[in-house]
């Protein structure tokens, strides 16, 4: 930040979004988001309502994600704080992604099926903040056993981790140094 800027700063709103990967069985990760909203000052609702600083939105989700295909096996959703107890009734607008597989059209999918007033908002921002560390994860999980001779399991990394960003772009040069490595197209 700015020196200038931060002297007259004041904090009004935090938001934290945590993601860990954790190896299940082998086969299998678990990825667990967190996201926080902290309010650091009292507001006035236009419904005439005032509310407290304090925490607005805390929620947890947990994936079980199949290694071998990226599939979604599990959703496990805890609200832990939300502004209201309506919110409380979207606890389950995830269960749908169940069977779904991290990749191309993820974010739409995800869209369609919780969000624009499917579902919570919040717990679809996390989600789709989660998914680029699913494949972090999965290409830490298999880069722990690669071999030059693995060429099929170099594939599939290449698959998933080719145009997801800058560096793995098409025509980059990690995706041409992989292509040589591994003899693939």
Known sequence: MNPDWKEKAKKINK??????????????????GSLRDDRF??????????????????????????????????VDVEMIAFPRAVCRETVNCLEPIKGSSVRKGFTAKVKKLAGDGNGCTH?????????????????????????????????????????????????????EMFRQKFNLK
């Open 123 to 175: 717990l679809v921002e996390l989600l789709l903040a989660m998914a680029p560390v699913i494949f972090q994860g999965f290409a830490a999980q298999q880069a722990k056993t690669i071999t030059a001779a693995d060429s099929e399991k170099a594939g599939m990394m290449f698959h998933f981790l080719l145009n997801t960003c800058y560096a793995w772009r098409e025509d980059g040069p990690f995706a």
């Open 15 to 32: 938001r934290t979004i945590e993601v860990t990967i954790y190896d299940y069985d082998g086969q299998r990760m678990i990825v667990e």
């Open 41 to 74: 000052q009292e507001i006035r609702l236009v419904t005439g309502e005032v509310t407290p600083p304090g925490v607005i939105h805390h929620m947890t989700i947990r994936l079980l994600v199949n290694l071998a295909s990226l599939v979604i096996e599990d």
